[in-house]
């Protein structure tokens, strides 16, 4: 079965390709070369190139595509046209190019910040109401599948991701944004070196102040990604699933999860104002991937998030590759 992996580059996509490549035979695309570890089908292509990325996939000729390329961050929020490119433009591209070469099968990467924040578990049928331009630009690209492919031969499966976290460390790959983002990496890199961390926000309606997220292992994830394809090979419907823990940890939690792995010199954070975009509450309910994929996750234990991303930190710097922080 051959397998293309879009933003095969990137952070998931990197350990998608290395896990599925046992497997599969699997391709990469993306418009940077990977910077951990070189994937033997690669092609590089800026996706919002139609034409090009056409050619590429007209050569490979896929039985599923992947598709993971986006920018997906809410710390840049103010570059709406960079998420309506990357995000909207260039999936509708690969659904054009989807229809004409009839793929039957696609993975679509989506969010959890499609929904309305709740104090309850977040299923696929809970309200959605993204409130940044991340979480819409992904629900306009979701609606984009529903319409694109509605009355054509592909099956798809939308899977809305929580906080994917930590490393692969026994292969070797991990997170390494440039500038790093997510709050994971950027914690385990403060503490280390004993830099003060900055918590944006202490008027969220949660216990502490702090906002709650489910944190789930990128290992959990790939399983999910494995089993996803054993569905689309087996049945001829289409699926929307929620991948997360199950879990909420507010940010402040997290920090003091934190202090159980380093020796750390500030006993508490430091405030800074809330960030535009960011919701209260965010926690998934499961039972669907349960249901349909007979998946649950094993390793998104938050002491094992850490303790996996605490290893991969040490190992990328003893191989002096440094990831700046945006924090």
Request: aromatic fraction near 12%; proline fraction near 2%; include cysteine.
């Amino acid at each position: 079965m051959k397998i293309l992996i879009t933003g095969s580059s990137g952070y998931i996509g990197g350990c998608l390709y290395e896990l599925l490549n046992k497997k599969y035979d699997v391709y990469g695309v993306d418009k940077v070369r990977p910077r951990l570890k070189s994937q033997k089908k690669f092609y590089k292509c800026d996706l919002t190139d139609f034409n090009k990325t056409d050619k590429i996939i007209k050569l490979i000729k896929p039985s599923l595509i992947i598709h993971l390329a986006a920018k997906s961050t809410v710390d840049f929020i103010e570059q709406k046209k960079d998420y309506i490119k990357n995000n909207i433009i260039v999936t509708k591209n690969i659904l054009k190019i989807i229809k004409n070469n009839q793929i039957k099968n696609l993975i679509f990467s989506s969010t959890a910040a499609v929904y309305k924040t709740s104090n309850r578990k977040l299923t696929e049928k809970s309200k959605l109401e993204p409130n940044n331009i991340y979480g819409k630009t992904k629900l306009s690209c979701e609606n984009n599948i529903f319409n694109f492919l509605k009355k054509s031969n592909t099956n798809y499966i939308i899977f809305r991701f929580f906080n994917v976290c930590s490393s692969l460390f026994s292969l070797k790959i991990g997170e390494l944004h440039n500038p790093e983002t997510h709050l994971v990496p950027i914690f385990a890199k403060k503490f280390k070196e004993n830099k003060k961390i900055y918590i944006y926000g202490n008027n969220f309606k949660t216990k502490d102040k702090t906002c709650i997220r489910d944190y789930i292992h990128i290992a959990d994830i790939i399983e999910a990604f494995e089993l996803g394809i054993k569905y689309l090979r087996q049945n001829k419907t289409s699926q929307i699933i929620n991948l997360g823990s199950e879990n909420g940890f507010s940010t402040l939690q997290i920090f003091k999860k934190f202090q159980n792995f380093y020796k750390y010199k500030f006993k508490k954070p430091f405030f800074k104002k809330r960030r535009k975009g960011d919701t209260d509450n965010l926690i998934c309910n499961n039972n669907k991937a349960y249901k349909i994929l007979k998946w649950k996750p094993k390793r998104s234990n938050i002491s094992k998030i850490i303790s996996d991303e605490k290893k991969w930190l040490d190992y990328i710097e003893k191989k002096r590759i440094y990831r700046k922080t945006i924090y």
